[in-house]
Structure formats: structure tokens, C-alpha cells
DNA sequence: CTTAACACGTGACGC
DNA sequence: TGCGTCACGTGTTAA
């Protein structure tokens, strides 16, 4: 265990005189190349506040499983809902080009302020004409909502006249749905909306 | 430079006998920490084919530039998937049902204005996600509206995907299209829904 | 004075 | 044989 001075004791190997700068040179290089890396590596590492090659390490670590974590859930969410928040999304309001009877201006408009605004689904719009009721809603892509929304909405006494289901993006779901109520009963189409929603809150 | 044998000549510093010992454990300590930390490293980067420091620290250099990219473009990608929506006609707001996240006033909208108020057609909106662009038009029922409005999308360089029309009432139509936009083409919503309510403005 | 971290030279091992 | 990599012991320096 105890290293005794082997001062001519080469039971091993021998240096070549002339190589042995060559060896001591090129461990130097090696050791140059390492430190560059530990500098490198510590300076795309956030947040770091001891430099020690240690500490450059273990923080080094934490940080890509902290950046794979994060890859993970970034994933998952695009696959996912972020619900919590299910909202009938008050819709953007852009000046109209011909709000009144009068359909005379025309390059009113101009001013789209917020295109890119952010949107909580599902989002349920219900309206009425007579009997007929229409039902969009668009929502997060899972398997079975169709079928949960049309029941929900057979269940509220409309008998279903049409109803259609487009794909859109690669995570949500456009549904329109065309129903008539039955007979005299009559519903405010913000009551259908909130029944909607509240089946809504318990599908997700 | 060449290593003396310092037995007792010390031009710098003296070592105690008893603590030399722990110098070197110390330091052995601190080789076995660094080893330790190299083999986590090395264990969560993947797909490593040298296993020596420098590629380990090299690769995990990469590595984490890498996951750094990926988040970026995942968070950005979760920042496209929030649609941009435009609507071009002022729509009735429904008063978010009974909810903590909306806390409006909250049933003071129940007027009965709302169902019984006259709407001005067309009414357009579009909404576009990554490629996909999905526009809907509520408009009078006229023959040949639909394929108007079909030839006028495909005008704009937008590949139809899927197209439906629900009569509703018996005089209005709800034409519900998904479209994708070719190559690097692309373009604002807003402007979409300009051009299409020009078309609409020469239609009828 | 202790503690911790570092770079260095050096022997050893594998290809 | 050389070339590259490693671990070790050691001297040195800063907190």
C-alpha cells in the first residue's frame, strides 16, 4: 500500500530520456483540454455558484436531469390539457367591419392588436335560431369526448340533427354540433352552456 | 522544475509526519468524489461511445446545448399551439358560468337580449395553429356560397382538408373549413379574415 | 492553523 | 513500440 521510492528500482518500466518530456508535455495538453471543458461546461450550466470541478459536476447533473424533467413535461403537456381553468373564453372582440344595418365601412379594421392571444379550453359557444340550436366547442383531443359531449346534449332533451368533428392542429378538436329542442320545452342557450361545461368539468 | 528529493529539504513548506498522511487521503477523497461524479455524468447523457473525461465532458456539453434547444423550441411550439383567433364580427359574450376565474358580474347578463338580438352576416373567423388554419362562416343561404368561399380559400394558397355546411334556421348557413397552409407561406390570421370578407363583400 | 481545491510530474495500463 | 488515458502523491495557494 505505502509507496516506497523505487529510486532505481524499475521493476516496470524505464523512460526513454528523450520521450519523458514528450510524456510529461502531453499530460499537460490532456490536462489543458479538460479544463477548457470544466470551463465550458460551466458556463452554459445557470446558476452556478461554487466553480469547483465538483461543484461543476454535481450541479452539471442536476441540470440536465432538471432539463430532461422539463423536456418531459413539456412533452406531456403538449399532448395533454392544462385545464384546471376551464373557462367559456370570452371571445376577442375586433372592431366590426359592418356592425350596424349600415355595411358601408369597410376598412374600419385596421387595428388587430392581439393576434396571438391565450386561449383555456375547452371552449363551449352555444346559439339558438327558433328551435334549432348550434354547439361548437373546441376542446383537447381525447378519446371518447364526442361521444360524452353528444349524450350530454341528448340528455338536455335536444334531439341531435348533425353533427361533425375536424381535427385541428394535432392536439385539439373542433366539434359542431346542430340540435333541435323537442316540443316546448326551451332552454337560454347560457344555461345549455353552462350544463355544457359543468359535463365538461366532469369528463377532464 | 525537475522534482528534488525533499527528505529534509524543505525550501517551502514542511509537512508533519502525522498529517501527511491525511493530505493525501484528503486528496484521495476528493479523486473518488470527482470519479464518482464523471460516472453519473456519463450515466445520464446518452448514447456516449468514448467513456474518458473529456469526451464524457465534451458530449455532455453538447448534450445540455441540446436539451437547452429543445426546450426553447418546446416552449415555443406550446406558445404557437395557443391559437391566434380572429373574429371580425362582434360577437354576444356568454358571462363565464358562476366561476372563480371569471368573477364578473356574474348572472347580470341574463337579459333577454341576447337570443333575440339581430345579428349582422357574414359573420367570419379564423383561427390557425402550426399550418392548420380553420375558418368559419355564418352567412345568409345563397346557392353557390359554398363553393365561393371554397375557391376563394384555395385563392389563397391554403389546401382545403375539410369542409362542412349545416343549414341552420332556414336561412343562414354555419360553413366550418380546415385548411393548411403550403410550404413557407404563411399568413396572419387577421389578414385572412380581411380577405375573406372582401370576397364576401363582392359575393352578394 | 486547518481545510479544501488545484496543477503538476510520474508510473502504470491498454491499444 | 509508441500514444493516450488514468490515478496517485505532492507542493502550493487561498479562504
Redesign the pocket.
Same mark, same amino acid.
Given at each position: 500500500m505505502i /509507496?516506497t521510492r523505487?529510486f532505481s528500482s524499475? =521493476? #516496470? #518500466?524505464t %523512460?526513454?530520456p528523450s &520521450? @519523458?518530456q514528450? &510524456?510529461?508535455l =502531453?499530460? %499537460?495538453k490532456?490536462?489543458e483540454k479538460l479544463?477548457q471543458r470544466f470551463i465550458a461546461l460551466s458556463s452554459i450550466v445557470p446558476g452556478l455558484k461554487k466553480?469547483? /470541478? @465538483?461543484s461543476v459536476l454535481g450541479d452539471a447533473i442536476k441540470y440536465v436531469k432538471h432539463l430532461q424533467e422539463k423536456i418531459k413535461q413539456l412533452e406531456e403537456q403538449t399532448k395533454k390539457r392544462t385545464v384546471e381553468s376551464v373557462v367559456l373564453v370570452k371571445r376577442y372582440h375586433l372592431p366590426a367591419a359592418d356592425d350596424d344595418d349600415d355595411h358601408s365601412n369597410s376598412s374600419s379594421n385596421d387595428d388587430a392588436d392581439d393576434d396571438t392571444r391565450r386561449r383555456s379550453l375547452p371552449e363551449i359557444e352555444a346559439r339558438a335560431s327558433e328551435r334549432d340550436v348550434m354547439i361548437r366547442i373546441h376542446c383537447e383531443k381525447q378519446p371518447g369526448v364526442l361521444a360524452k359531449v353528444l349524450s350530454e346534449v341528448e340528455s338536455l332533451r335536444l334531439s341531435i340533427v348533425n353533427s361533425s368533428v375536424l381535427p385541428f392542429g394535432n392536439s385539439t378538436l373542433d366539434i359542431t354540433i346542430v340540435a333541435q329542442m323537442d316540443g316546448e320545452f326551451s332552454m337560454k342557450v347560457i344555461e345549455l352552456v353552462k350544463n355544457l361545461r359543468l359535463a365538461f368539468l366532469k369528463f377532464m
Open positions: /509507496k523505487p524499475m =521493476a #516496470t #518500466t %523512460r526513454s &520521450h @519523458a514528450d &510524456h510529461i =502531453a499530460e %499537460r490532456r490536462r479544463s466553480m469547483d /470541478k @465538483a
